[in-house]
């Protein structure tokens, strides 16, 4: 599959701000829906929002109006912007995008390896 690779994740204070990026590998690929999921331990994965590839976002409800996700087509990267962060958006946060390789057809699903987001009280 299309392999993921984020970056951004860290240590914040409550109140603080970070950005997640997520960027597929160079093979040709055509993507149809771009994403964020996060999973703290012992719960279940939940989706943080989405965006397609008209633009149109979605966002859980404990996120929207802090957080912004983007995306650049030419890099095949989605970004998340997370402001004024919370304790309680500590998690293992997950990239996920969908679409087919661009020369065989053949569909895609593909996750990122999950980068760590802790924000501390």
């Known amino acids: 599959q299309v392999q993921l690779v984020e970056s951004g994740g860290g240590l914040v204070q409550a109140g603080g701000s970070l950005t997640l990026s997520c960027a597929a590998s160079?093979?040709?690929?055509?993507?149809?829906?771009m994403g964020w999921y996060r999973q703290a331990p012992g719960k279940q994965r939940e989706l943080v929002a989405t965006?397609?590839?008209?633009?149109?976002?979605n966002y859980a409800d404990s996120v929207k109006g802090r957080f912004t996700i983007s995306r650049d087509n030419a890099k095949n990267t989605v970004y998340l912007q997370m402001n004024n962060l919370k304790p309680e958006d500590t998690a293992v946060y997950y990239c996920?995008?969908?679409?087919?390789?661009?020369?065989?057809?053949?569909?895609?699903?593909?996750w990122g390896q999950g980068t760590q987001v802790t924000v501390s009280s």
């Open positions: 965006i397609s590839s008209s633009g149109n976002t």
């Open positions: 160079v093979s040709p690929v055509s993507i149809s829906a």
């Open positions: 996920n995008m969908k679409g087919v390789y661009s020369r065989a057809y053949i569909p895609f699903d593909s």
